[in-house]
């Protein structure tokens, strides 16, 4: 599984012989593979109208490109501060309320985000195949589904400890920038251009993996909730700056913060984080993106109106008898 921050091409749309002998020595003659591109059509026309977008086919001859377009910028944050408006109305009828989170399309997007990760998923489990998710940039969507893809695959990445590694490696060491992408709150009335919520969007994917799959993530949810506030606001380094450069060499953010993994690793927050319900499971999870199985977070985008001691008091009761066999 390879991610891609560069677009197959060169300027004035020549070949781009660098691209062509890297991508052919991942494959052996008989090989294929798969090139997810989660460009909209949009934003490659426009790359093609510069001199880039994608080399002809005949340049890549063991590759299938398939396009599976993700929103990423403005449409993602603009269907994210329409959700949490909804969420944050006062006294929404049932049918208003209906139609505002249809109209807020964050569902849409959620669903997307796993059938492409699926769609990865399957060409590595199922074709045996190589898969190359393309992206814009390489620091958004491409993280977002080479990200999950892993999570349906792997079930070290479905433990806390492999989680927090899948964090470290595919978001915060491949460069996504959560201080442009996280600058504000969802119902701020300022708004960033580059802000957008894609880590939200991961952990929303994460979710809804989780409800599906009750026994199979050793973590829960208030971990994910965690991971959420502190993206936004937090009194640790994890997840400020840019990319790499920005924490190592002209923030030092290792040497003048302090880590939110050491934090969450405490043997008394740890406990807080875990499943009680867990149980290794060595299987791909193979989730489904139909529309009455992606549900609304409601621990997350309802936490501050609905009320949660009788969800809380549950919880501790399943950790209680867990504990007790």
Known sequence: ???????????????????????????????????????????????????????????????????????????????????????????????????????????GHVKAALSTACLAAQCLDREDSNVLVHGAEGTDTTLLVTALAQLILDPSCRTLEGFQALLEREWIEAGHPFQLRCARSASSHGRGKQEAPLFLLFLDCVWQLSRQFPFSLEFGEQLLLTLFDNAYASAYGTFLCNNEKERSVL?????????????????EEKQ?????????????????????????????????????QHLDEAWAEIQRLVEGK
């Open 1 to 107: 599984l390879l991610r891609s921050s560069q677009p197959l091409t060169g300027p004035n749309r020549r070949r781009c012989r660098e691209d062509e002998q890297l991508l052919g020595t991942i494959l052996d003659e008989d090989e294929r593979g798969f090139i997810i591109d989660t460009r909209s059509a949009q934003a490659a026309k426009q790359a093609r109208m510069g001199g880039g977008g994608t080399e002809p086919k005949s340049s890549y001859p063991q590759w299938r490109r398939l396009h599976r377009a993700l929103d990423r910028g403005r449409p993602l944050q603009e269907s994210f501060i329409r959700l949490v408006e909804a969420c944050s109305d006062p006294s929404p009828s049932m049918d208003r309320w209906l139609s505002r989170l249809e109209s807020s399309r964050w569902l």
């Open 272 to 308: 807080k984080l875990l499943n009680p319900l867990y149980s290794h499971n060595p299987l791909v999870l193979w989730p489904s993106v139909e529309p009455q199985s992606i549900q609304l977070w409601q621990g997350l985008f309802l936490r501050w109106i609905r009320p949660s």
């Open 251 to 267: 923030c030092k953010v290792k040497e003048s913060t302090h880590s939110l993994w050491a934090w969450l690793n405490q043997p």
